[in-house]
T-cell receptor, first 112, second 114 residues
């Protein structure tokens, strides 16, 4: 499985953009990058995913480098409710079970 | 959007008894369901993958006789923790998958074994 590396924690200011980095240097060409977040004692919530192009939805933007070895999740205007653990995950292909294997994640604290 | 219902949300059981956790995809038929376990302040650990009508595939180190997974239909998977012990106390989370719906997680079940 491709492994991901994220900083263990990050603080950001309410109303400002939050940029969450993720390294996945061993990613294969057909493996997607997924981002989920988990608020305390709840199930993970889907944020966004991508293969090689940058993606944007109502929650966030995903910037993937051209070599696909790293990506950045951008929360454009962080709110207090964005405080959570954010997981960057590389989805393995169908022959490996289409699994999502979680790493350590980044604990994001949004401060007023 | 896709919704996964997981029940119960919390359960307390006595040591030595068995507990069943249900995971249902409410508005789509899941190709695959996954079961995770999460200890306090730790990440989610994948326990097993199950496909409808076939035996579950367990991750290394997960006891298949202790954590029984049944995937009877495309919308229902169950995890039974057999002969529970206090060290089995944890947060158990299921996930249902089908493209293009992606991976949708249940709200989790907090198991406490006393």
């Amino acid at each position: 499985d491709a492994k991901t590396t994220q900083p263990p924690s990050m603080d950001c200011a309410e109303g400002r953009a939050a940029n969450l980095p993720c390294n996945h240097s061993t990613i294969s060409g057909n493996e997607y990058v997924y981002w989920y977040r988990q608020i305390h004692s709840q199930g993970p919530q889907y944020i966004i995913h991508g293969l090689k192009n940058n993606e944007t939805n109502e929650m966030a933007s995903l910037i993937i480098t051209e070599d696909r070895k790293s990506s950045t999740l951008i929360l454009p205007h962080a709110t207090l409710r964005d405080t959570a653990v954010y997981y960057c995950i590389v989805r393995v292909g169908i022959t490996a079970g289409n699994k999502l294997t979680f790493g350590g994640g980044t604990r994001v604290l949004v401060k007023p | 959007g896709a919704v996964v219902s997981q029940h119960p949300s919390w359960v307390i059981c006595k040591s030595g008894t068995s507990v069943k956790i249900e995971c249902r995809s409410l508005d789509f038929q899941a190709t695959t369901m996954f079961w995770y376990r999460q200890f306090p302040k730790q990440s989610l650990m994948l326990m097993a993958t199950s496909n409808e009508g076939s035996k579950a595939t367990y991750e290394q180190g997960v006891e298949k006789d202790k954590f029984l997974i049944n995937h009877a239909s495309l919308t229902l998977s169950t995890l039974t923790v057999t002969s529970a012990h206090p060290e089995d106390s944890s947060f158990y989370i299921c996930s249902a998958h089908r493209d293009p719906y992606g991976y949708t997680f249940g709200s989790g079940t907090r198991l406490t074994v006393v």
